[in-house]
Nanobody
Framework: QVQLVESGGGLVQPGGSLRLSCAAS????????MSWYRQAPGNERELVAR????????KYADSVKDRFTISRDNAKNTVYLQMNNLKPEDTALYYC??????????????WGQGTQVTVSS
């Protein structure tokens, strides 16, 4: 029943912008930290940005700070990633993640199927 569906990826030129969306269902969205990860061929999956459930505190990878913005709309059960000034090294499959931790245990950890972002001239 849990679903995370990413959308908004595509092909853009360097310096362009994209807005990714992740629509969630099947769990209590507002309680979960929401994150965007990405993985390029031959690379490890890396955390791009995170926004917490309680408090809406954000965290960004150094490589995307000042270019990307994560946000969430709890009424719509949706998390967004606004990506500006895109660079070729941003090319990757972007995944949405929902995670809830009630210390000391992880009580939920869900992944979407990914949306492709390609930055090329």
């Amino acid at each position: 029943q849990v679903q995370l569906v990413e959308s908004g990826g595509g092909l853009v030129q360097p310096g362009g912008s994209l807005r990714l969306s992740c629509a969630a269902s099947g769990f209590t969205f507002s309680l979960y930290d929401m994150s965007w990860y990405r993985q390029a061929p031959g690379n490890e999956r890396e955390l791009v940005a995170r926004i917490t459930g309680p408090g809406g505190i954000t965290k960004y990878a150094d490589s995307v700070k000042d270019r990307f913005t994560i946000s969430r709309d709890n009424a719509k059960n949706t998390v967004y990633l606004q990506m500006n000034n895109l660079k070729p090294e941003d090319t990757a499959l972007y995944y949405c993640n929902a995670k809830r931790t009630v210390l000391p245990h992880i009580t939920g950890d869900y992944w979407g199927q990914g949306t492709q972002v390609t930055v090329s001239s």
